[in-house]
């Protein structure tokens, strides 16, 4: 699957601004209830978000042995955490400047929807997992009313069925664990609708139903495509007694001294 179209993306300002609103907050406790339930625990592990996740990585940090916040060029960048030494970068997704295997979560979010080459940036998410890593994705439903209204950020960019997502996870070698979708109600700051909001979500989620604003997809890393295609051409070989291979080198020597 090739993607290399131009998409449309907020800019950190407008990303900053939505979080701070009583919808954004109401998203953000959303998808943080489901980021919680995957990785209940991050203590001693090292953990990255690609586009723009300090809104969800703040419930990590603190036990957490690093969190990093990666942004990408198009979008902009500000300083993460508020107060201290800042953990965030202005990178280039399909150049991530850290080593192979050295990140053992990563989450993305309001990043593969506003991206040039989502292929590149899987691929480089893949590099820098630890083997068994894991990702989640935070992406807008193409089926979502979210994602046909541009009052949020997850109204920009291309937006993504759950095939469209199963295909691009394969293709980049992971393995998806687990599915979900949140953010059922209407993208309405109305107060009534914020009430009915948490109610709303529960019974969405409870019965699966569709029209949910983004899907919530956790894979993990694929280490064994390799290993899997040498044991076959191993299996390949004939297989011969000791006795048989004998003689056959036996067979061999006589035909080169005749």
């Known amino acids: 699957m090739q993607c290399q179209i131009s998409v449309m993306a907020h800019d950190i300002v407008d990303l900053r601004a939505f979080y701070a609103t009583a919808l954004g907050r109401l998203a953000r406790r959303v998808v943080t209830e489901f980021l919680r339930a995957r990785w209940d625990s991050t203590v001693g592990l090292s953990m990255l978000g690609i586009g723009y996740a300090p809104p969800y990585l703040s419930a990590f940090r603190s036990e957490a042995l690093r969190t990093l916040a990666f942004m990408p060029a198009a979008l902009g960048v500000v300083n993460w955490p508020g107060a201290g030494v800042s953990s965030s970068a202005l990178v280039e997704t399909n150049m991530l400047p850290l080593p192979d295997a050295s990140i053992d979560r990563v989450l993305l979010v309001h990043g593969l929807e506003t991206s040039d080459s989502p292929e590149e940036m899987l691929a480089e998410i893949w590099r820098i997992l630890t083997p068994g890593g894991r ?55 109305r107060r009534m609708m914020l009430r009915l909001a948490p109610a709303i979500e529960k019974i969405g989620q409870r019965l699966s139903l569709p029209g949910a604003g983004v899907h919530l997809v956790e894979a993990t890393k694929q280490v064994y495509k390799a290993v899997a295609v040498r044991r076959v051409a191993r299996n390949a070989l004939p297989q011969m007694s000791p006795a048989a291979a004998a003689n056959r080198l036996e067979r061999q020597r006589r035909e080169k001294a005749d």
């Open 135 to 189: 990702l989640i994705i935070v992406a807008p439903n193409r089926g979502g009313v979210w994602a046909r209204n541009d009052t949020t950020p997850f109204g920009y960019g291309r937006p993504y069925s759950r095939r469209q997502l199963r295909e691009f996870l394969k293709e980049a070698q992971f393995s998806p664990m687990h599915w979900a979708e949140g953010l059922y109600m209407a993208p309405s700051s």
